[in-house]
């Protein structure tokens, strides 16, 4: 692993180049920051460490949950900001600050519209399932329900207006003197080093599951996972904000997914356990309730023989999960297999069919199960279809304490006067572990901080 430097320096006497706003990264926060900025009549650069802007957003099923939007009102789906905090704190264990909960689905709802009739983004609503924990249908994402449509779309819209975006710079020193950040130095590929000054910094470079000694020290318990996030993400935030005094919460947190088909490393939405699907180990058996939720399922599929699984649903549940990009391309490399028994499945997938048929068997329709899962009526039925899978770590949760409008808040309580924070870089809504990750609460994060922090006044 490259050594990550997020070193801490007074400012030079002059700087290479300047700028008003200036953002590290150009995840779908930074691209969000920077489109609110711009539109705030601020001068914007963001500065990304990759040759084309991606990040953890890329990777993701893209879809950001929202409440009340005008989205949703068409399509007769009642929601609110107080709904949603709600079902952000249940499944948290109230183990978030109320003020942060309540300033992300405030803004939820205006975040979503603003992108969609300012700049024309095509949201809908996922309207064919539910995800777990969320009481409202309220997961909105582009056509095709991809990472990388949105970072795409992102980009192209900020390419459209005129914001400059320099790519292949990663930022490695913070220049700050007497509480205000004066820019920072970046490093070129050819070895050389630039300086940029600016009157607003906005953090956008995400968290740190891409340092693995931060994840050793911090992340124990997931350490082992396959790592499914961005490289990228090796916590110059964090790091930052440990020498200028930041308040750092909850660093604990992350979120974890149980459903990466392996040995492909494609995700599998959890769609296809939410409409009736299961999970098994190698002997064919279930061995906990899928309903909890996916990023508590990365520990617990970990925990199995081989730190592996086989997500097992059917025909009509498939017919749900290929409005997914990612699901077409497991069918495509033929991670997925169908069979008409449950006696064939197992051995398409290599597990003992008697045990796996009796499972199969055993899964109760309109009634509660062992591992106290509550199933709908409809049983699984031809053609049955699985996927072997395994638990992965997607993105940190943990990072900067941030307050109104994204501004990261010291450790003694007060707020930076110029430094901001976004997505994986701020604080999220997740608690202290995986299991109070509730869906979409990564993007949710990034687009309403990153909004916030880019129509945040220059100081």
């Given at each position: 692993?490259?050594?990550?430097?997020?070193?801490?320096?007074?400012?030079?006497?002059?700087?290479?180049?300047?700028?008003?706003?200036?953002?590290?990264?150009?995840?779908?926060?930074?691209?969000?920051?920077?489109?609110?900025?711009?539109?705030?009549?601020?001068?914007?650069?963001?500065?990304?460490?990759?040759?084309?802007?991606?990040?953890?957003?890329?990777?993701?099923?893209?879809?950001?949950?929202?409440?009340?939007?005008?989205?949703?009102?068409?399509?007769?789906?009642?929601?609110?900001?107080?709904?949603?905090?709600?079902?952000?704190?249940?499944?948290?264990?109230?183990?978030?600050?109320?003020?942060?909960?309540?300033?992300?689905?405030?803004?939820?709802?205006?975040?979503?519209?603003?992108?969609?009739?300012?700049?024309?983004?095509?949201?809908?609503?996922?309207?064919?399932?539910?995800?777990?924990?969320?009481?409202?249908?309220?997961?909105?994402?582009?056509?095709?329900?991809?990472?990388?449509?949105?970072?795409?779309?992102?980009?192209?819209?900020?390419?459209?207006?005129?914001?400059?975006?320099?790519?292949?710079?990663?930022?490695?020193?913070?220049?700050?003197?007497?509480?205000?950040?004066k820019?920072?130095?970046?490093?070129?590929?050819?070895?050389?080093?630039?300086?940029?000054?600016?009157?607003?910094?906005?953090?956008?470079?995400?968290?740190?599951?891409?340092?693995?000694?931060?994840?050793?020290?911090?992340?124990?318990?997931?350490?082992?996972?396959?790592?499914?996030?961005?490289?990228?993400?090796?916590?110059?935030?964090?790091?930052?904000?440990?020498?200028?005094?930041?308040?750092?919460?909850?660093?604990?947190?992350?979120?974890?997914?149980?459903?990466?088909?392996?040995?492909?490393?494609?995700?599998?939405?959890?769609?296809?356990?939410?409409?009736?699907?299961?999970?098994?180990?190698?002997?064919?058996?279930?061995?906990?309730?899928?309903?909890?939720?996916?990023?508590?399922?990365?520990?617990?599929?970990?925990?199995?023989?081989?730190?592996?699984?086989?997500?097992?649903?059917?025909?009509?549940?498939?017919?749900?999960?290929?409005?997914?990009?990612?699901?077409?391309?497991a069918?495509?490399?033929?991670?997925?297999?169908?069979?008409?028994?449950?006696e064939?499945?197992?051995?398409?997938?290599?597990?003992?069919?008697?045990?796996?048929?009796?499972?199969?068997?055993s899964?109760?329709?309109?009634?509660?199960?062992?591992?106290?899962?509550?199933?709908?009526?409809?049983?699984?039925?031809a053609?049955?279809?699985?996927?072997?899978?395994?638990?992965?770590?997607?993105?940190?949760?943990?990072?900067?304490?941030t307050?109104?409008?994204?501004?990261?808040?010291?450790?003694?309580?007060?707020?930076?006067?110029?430094?901001?924070?976004?997505?994986?870089?701020?604080?999220?809504?997740?608690?202290k572990?995986?299991?109070?990750?509730?869906?979409?609460?990564?993007?949710l994060?990034?687009?309403?901080?990153?909004?916030l922090?880019?129509?945040?006044?220059?100081?």
């Open positions: 692993m490259t050594e990550t430097k997020a070193d801490v320096a007074p400012a030079p006497d002059s700087f290479d180049l300047t700028c008003e706003t200036l953002i590290i990264g150009a995840g779908a926060g930074g691209l969000v920051a920077a489109l609110a900025a711009d539109e705030a009549s601020q001068s914007v650069l963001v500065v990304e460490a990759d040759p084309v802007p991606a990040g953890s957003t890329a990777l993701s099923a893209g879809l950001i949950p929202a409440a009340g939007t005008s989205i949703q009102a068409r399509v007769g789906i009642e929601d609110d900001a107080g709904r949603f905090a709600a079902d952000i704190q249940k499944k948290a264990g109230d183990q978030n600050e109320q003020s942060l909960v309540d300033r992300l689905t405030r803004h939820s709802a205006p975040a979503i519209d603003w992108l969609s009739d300012t700049f024309g983004l095509p949201f809908s609503v996922i309207t064919n399932f539910e995800y777990p924990g969320h009481s409202r249908k309220r997961m909105h994402g582009l056509p095709t329900r991809s990472g990388a449509e949105l970072i795409d779309t992102l980009r192209a819209t900020c390419e459209t207006v005129g914001i400059d975006i320099v790519c292949e710079r990663r930022a490695n020193r913070l220049f700050f003197e007497d509480g205000t950040v820019g920072i130095a970046v490093s070129r590929p050819d070895g050389g080093i630039e300086t940029i000054g600016c009157e607003k910094l906005i953090l956008a470079c995400n968290g740190f599951g891409g340092n693995r000694m931060l994840v050793h020290q911090l992340l124990p318990d997931i350490e082992n996972a396959l790592w499914f996030g961005h490289d990228g993400n090796r916590g110059e935030a964090l790091l930052w904000g440990r020498s200028i005094g930041a308040d750092l919460a909850h660093l604990g947190s992350y979120q974890g997914h149980g459903n990466v088909a392996h040995p492909h490393g494609i995700l599998i939405t959890w769609a296809v356990i939410t409409e009736g699907g299961v999970q098994v180990n190698k002997h064919g058996r279930r061995f906990w309730n899928e309903a909890q939720g996916y990023s508590e399922a990365a520990r617990a599929v970990l925990a199995q023989p081989d730190g592996e699984a086989f997500a097992i649903f059917d025909g009509r549940i498939a017919s749900i999960a290929r409005q997914f990009e990612d699901f077409k391309q069918e495509a490399v033929g991670a997925i297999k169908t069979s008409e028994t449950p064939r499945l197992a051995r398409e997938l290599g597990l003992p069919p008697e045990a796996f048929a009796e499972t199969m068997a899964i109760p329709v309109g009634g509660v199960d062992e591992f106290n899962r509550e199933f709908g009526s409809e049983a699984l039925q053609p049955f279809c699985g996927v072997r899978v395994t638990g992965a770590l997607f993105h940190t949760q943990g990072g900067l304490r307050g109104d409008n994204a501004r990261v808040i010291g450790a003694d309580g007060s707020g930076f006067a110029n430094l901001y924070a976004c997505g994986g870089a701020a604080c999220g809504v997740s608690g572990a995986d299991s109070g990750y509730l869906s979409g609460n990564g993007l994060s990034a687009i309403v901080l990153g909004m922090a880019g129509r945040a006044p220059l100081s």
